[in-house]
């Protein structure tokens, strides 16, 4: 099983393009798997309240900022994983609400493995700044296509196979969105991979 998922990993890495950052990002992505992958939702198995911010370059105008507060919980008789998350990103003029909630289901492969499939969805707003703005002629056509509000329907997906000592898993973010094109209004799919292992050095 952990030969499947690693070699389904290295295929999804190799045949995914670069693409632009679209996704907020997070500084400790080892404690943040749950920013990107439905999967880990309900790994921790018991109730796990947590938030996470974000000030990149602080003091400059339009430097990156996120907030995100998360919950989610393991139902050990539905074998399953619920999770509902905010979150915010500033960028310059953009910024993004994003309100989601979370499912994943546990395959119970052994005593201690098991294999976890998830999907998210929820409301992606996004909008501009007007008071950032700065410009001579506010009634500019093109300047108002950036100044539009948008919302759309957001879904992720996601797979995670997790061992006592070895967790691997991938994901894809805004599934739906990939093809919605409205000037700056683009949401780029994403794709992520990850895979670590837990080496014990001492023995005691």
Known sequence: MRRIICIGMVILTAIVSAKAQNDVLFSQHMLNRLAYNPAVTGSSRYVNVSGNFRDQWHGWRGAPRTTAVNIHNYFDALRSGVK???????????????????YAYHVILSEKSYLS???????LYRYFDRDKIYS???TDTDLLLYLDKKSYVDFDFGIEYNTEHFIAGASITHLT????????MYIERHYYAFAKYLFQLNPD
Do not use: R, Y
């Open 177 to 184: 969105n990939a093809q919605q094109k409205d000037g700056m």
């Open 117 to 123: 499939l998830g999907i998210s969805g929820g409301i």
């Open 84 to 102: 509902i998350t905010v979150s915010h990103n500033e960028m310059g003029l953009e910024q993004d609400l994003n309100i989601k909630a979370l």
């Open 136 to 138: 001579e002629d506010m």
